[in-house]
């Protein structure tokens, strides 16, 4: 059974960074969709990007698209999603999810879950 944790999350001001990262244990990712949610109170879970298995495909969510880069570290069992410019709006909970089939945005294709790491941006 794959684990998925996630780490990097914080208070950052609007305008500023952050890198999540989502490290792998129980198994490899190397052969995994992965995917970055997020989901802010009252709200439902928002697709924020996606990387293919294989070749590295990336899809973006229209409100992060130019902003958040995701990448992966299949030697390390991890992925990562680079926030820039970051903006009051992106306060979420930020989650990890794998195990889809296909590069989607749909978070039921998905079938293993981080806990979320709190990302918090002040105006």
């Known amino acids: 059974q794959v684990q998925l944790v996630e780490s990097g999350g914080g208070l950052v001001q609007t305008g500023g960074s952050l890198r999540l990262s989502c490290a792998a244990s129980?198994?490899?990712?190397?052969?995994?969709?992965m995917g970055w949610f997020r989901q802010a109170p009252g709200k439902e879970r928002e697709f924020v990007a996606g990387?293919?298995?294989?070749?590295?495909?990336?899809l973006y969510g229209d409100s992060v698209k130019g902003r958040f880069i995701i990448s992966r570290d299949n030697a390390k069992n991890t992925v990562y999603l680079l926030m820039n410019s970051l903006e009051p709006e992106d306060t979420a909970v930020y989650y990890c999810?794998?195990?889809?089939?296909?590069?989607?945005?749909?978070?039921?294709?998905?079938?293993?879950w981080g806990q979320g790491t709190q990302v918090t941006v002040s105006s």
């Open positions: 129980g198994g490899t990712l190397s052969n995994d969709n």
């Open positions: 999810a794998a195990g889809a089939l296909l590069l989607t945005l749909y978070p039921n294709q998905y079938h293993y």
């Open positions: 990387i293919r298995a294989r070749f590295l495909n990336t």
